[in-house]
């Protein structure tokens, strides 16, 4: 990537600062679990849609983003602001209710709500600045929103004994923080409107058989990814036999940042549908292998750093590799259908590991998260051949 004096480096770091500051919000309630569970509050199986409502919300917010056109209607920049301040209030509000109740439960859907004027139109924006490298700018929007999700897990290191209160308090402030360090940020020259969403175009994404195969691999990401951030504590905690893991979970999650960056920068120049496959063979091992290695505390840590860094790494290629494949006038239709299907299938894996763990295991269930990206992984092999040239590589010396 090629930074010039246009301040296309100082806007990306504006950028990805704020990405990392708002996302806070979306694993607070992950953060907040272990004292809520401690102190009979509630129960796992409860605790597991504190982060599967986030994943909801996100779908209602995206199709409705989608519907309304708010991406073309009001300009990215205050879309962005507005949307981050209302997933920090939101979160700040969960302090003054109760934390099991119904209320918490919607504010959790409205914080995700929020997250999709935040994260879609972060890519938007990175994309504004794209020459040659869009692979390597979305790649540093999801390694900003996968920094942003490992963030609250730091603040247990940081303050002791973390209250829930002070789990959801602080990621509410951060996401204030970030949106209004967005206020200074300058889109690049690229920035175009959201091609508009097409609801009788939706069947389309199954029709199209190029759209199937980038659609199924992006299912099977989604399947293995938010489900392992949500629970790979659990696994920790078990692991290294210590109450306060949130260190190590920041670490795990966190290597995800260079995972997207270095997968971005290399489908840039090779296969953007090989680059993802490996990514998700390398991952699905990991969660097949976890459960066995944690017989030897150093293989499991290391399988589960290694798991972190590949796990999200192929993250942002799915996008890409529907631009590619999309009509124009239909690829906002495409990429809402994707998008929202993909958060959908997390909100119900997140909410049923907990059964499966108490039925396998812990390293059994995650074993069953393997499933999801090894048989992506076949899908996106099948999809390289299909990919247009421009999306293939883009070699430069």
């Known amino acids: 990537m090629t930074f010039g004096v246009d301040g296309k480096r100082p806007n990306l770091a504006l950028l990805a600062s704020s990405i990392v500051l708002v996302l806070s919000v979306w694993f607070a309630g992950t953060v907040a679990v272990p004292g809520l569970i401690a102190r009979g509050i509630i129960t796992p199986g409860h605790a597991a849609w504190l982060t599967a409502c986030v994943q909801l919300g996100f779908v209602v917010g995206t199709l409705a983003s989608a519907v309304l056109s708010l991406a073309d209607r009001i300009e990215p920049r205050r879309l962005f602001v507005s949307c981050a301040l209302l997933a920090g209030v939101a979160t700040l509000a969960q302090t003054q209710v109760a934390p099991a109740g119904p209320a918490a439960l919607a504010l959790r859907v409205v914080a995700g709500a929020a997250m999709a004027g935040v994260y879609p139109v972060g890519m938007k924006l990175a994309a504004s600045w794209a020459k040659g490298d869009l692979g390597l700018l979305i790649g540093i929007v999801v390694g900003a929103l996968t920094l942003g999700s490992a963030l609250p897990h730091l603040l247990p290191g940081m303050v002791g004994t973390l209250d829930w209160r002070t789990a959801y308090g602080g990621a509410g402030v951060l996401a204030v923080l970030g949106g ?167 909100a119900v894996v997140i909410g049923g590991l907990p059964y499966a763990m108490a039925a396998l295991g812990v390293g059994g269930a995650f074993a069953l998260l393997g499933i999801g990206p090894l048989l992506g992984a076949v899908a996106m092999w099948r999809l390289a051949p299909m990919l247009p040239p421009a999306s293939v590589g883009q070699r430069r010396g």
């Not at 066995?292 to 942002?316: E, I, N, Q, R």
Request: net charge positive.
């Open 180 to 346: 209004l360090l967005i206020l200074p940020f300058r889109p690049g020259p690229l920035l175009g409107g959201r091609p508009p969403f097409h609801p009788a175009q939706a069947l389309e994404a199954w029709r199209n058989r190029g759209l199937r195969l980038a659609n199924l691999g992006y299912l099977g990401h989604m399947w293995e990814l938010y489900a392992m951030w949500a629970w790979i504590g659990v696994f920790l905690a078990g692991l290294l036999g210590r109450a306060q893991v949130g260190t190590w979970v920041f670490g795990v999650v966190a290597a995800g940042a260079a995972g997207c960056v270095l997968a971005g920068w290399a489908a840039d120049r090779w296969n953007r549908a090989k680059v993802a496959a490996a990514c998700m063979v390398v991952s699905g091992t990991c969660a097949l292998l976890i459960g066995p290695a944690s017989a030897w505390p150093a293989l499991g840590l290391g399988l589960a750093f290694l798991w972190g860094f590949t796990v999200v790494a192929d993250s942002a290629q799915f996008s890409a590799c529907i631009v590619s494949l999309s009509p124009p006038d239909y690829v906002g239709t495409m990429l809402t259908v994707q998008t929202s299907l993909g958060f959908l299938l997390t």
